[in-house]
């Protein structure tokens, strides 16, 4: 084992022990390839699953290792723009949801930037089971920290991703805008879950997403 993957298992592990006490749960994976055969595994047979806008779990394979599992998949590329809104609403009754994180603190707290806000409100009251999975680039010490991360390392790679003509994507600084198209409306903390079942914390010893 290679010291900077000995390094992510003892940081996950000390995630993990922090994400306990908040009652969320939480798995190490060494890589993309095995989080998604693990993460497949845990949804059983006939399960409507979805998932918010991750490049994450496109990138770990987990996307096309669901389209061959025996689930039912409620898909957004599938979805026509003006039938967005009521997707976001329906997914509330997905039976497992599929997101990653903007930024994830060594004490546990699970931060999300959001646009529409679709994410983070199925995060906080939504399906029965949300599966969180994040690669080990998304660590950090602190909250401001993982605030920072979120609008200055995730923002503006995500904006440029979508095509969006956010100031962010001119010179990649949040400039904490008031564009129409701007993603980061919405600051999302997770500091603790009152139902000790619902969300489940994948970290990943690779670097995946923004």
């Known amino acids: 084992m290679s010291a900077i993957s ?20 939480g798995r190490y994976c060494p890589d993309g390839k095995s989080a998604a055969e693990y993460v497949c595994s845990r949804i059983p047979e006939g399960a409507a699953v979805t998932w918010g806008g991750s490049e994450s779990i496109r990138q770990c394979g987990l996307l096309d290792a669901l ?3 025996p689930v039912t998949l409620w898909d957004r590329a599938e979805v026509k723009p003006e039938e967005m809104k009521a997707f976001y609403r329906k997914a509330f009754s997905a039976d497992y949801y599929l997101m990653s994180a903007n930024a994830i603190t060594l004490d546990g707290r699970i931060v999300n930037i959001d646009g529409n806000g679709n994410r983070v ?28 991360r979120a609008h200055n390392i995730a923002a503006p790679p995500n904006s440029i991703r979508l ?16 564009s129409k198209q701007k993603i980061c409306s919405m ?14 914390v994948v970290l990943v010893g690779e670097t995946l997403g923004f």
């Open 163 to 178: 095509g969006l003509e956010t100031p962010c994507t001119k010179d990649g600084v949040c400039h904490h805008c008031f």
């Open 6 to 25: 000995s390094f992510y298992e003892k940081q996950a592990e000390t995630i993990i022990k922090a994400l306990q006490k908040r009652q969320i749960s």
């Open 121 to 148: 409100a199925a995060l906080s009251y939504g399906p029965d089971h949300v599966v969180i999975l994040a690669g080990m680039n998304k660590v950090v010490s602190s909250l401001e920290e993982a605030v920072d």
């Open 187 to 200: 600051l999302h903390v997770l500091e603790f879950s009152r139902d000790p079942e619902r969300i489940h």
């Open 67 to 69: 389209k061959q599992a």
